[in-house]
């Protein structure tokens, strides 16, 4: 088992930045870690993901504004979200790939940008 531990997200106005965070308890057999965002009635999105050698994937919505990175040592992938925007506004789910039991998934955490 893999528990995740999401940061808490929050209210920021458009134009403004958040940084999410998401520690896994365990790193062994981990292919990937991102996030992945959810808008009521609407599927579960990829915003950006994270191979453990390092290949990085972003939604083209989030590209040139969303950074992901990932510290090792403390099992933790970061989203740095700069320039939000209203549509930004969603409930932002951690993901991890583990090579032999799957997807996990962390609670959600609600960002919402508004003024």
């Known amino acids: 088992q893999v528990q995740l531990v999401e940061s808490e997200g929050g209210l920021v106005q458009p134009g403004g930045s958040l940084r999410l965070s998401c520690a896994a308890s365990?790193?062994?057999?981990?292919?990937?870690m991102g996030w992945y965002r959810q808008t009521p009635g609407e599927q579960r999105e990829l915003v950006a993901t994270i191979t453990t050698d390092g290949r990085i994937a972003y939604a083209d919505s989030v590209k040139g504004r969303f950074t992901i990175s990932r510290d090792d040592a403390r099992n933790t992938v970061y989203l740095q979200m700069n320039s939000l925007k209203p549509e930004d506004t969603a409930v932002y789910y951690c993901n991890v790939e583990h090579r032999l039991r799957g997807a996990y998934w962390g609670q959600g955490t609600q960002v919402t940008v508004s003024s």
């Open positions: 365990r790193s062994s057999f981990i292919i990937s």
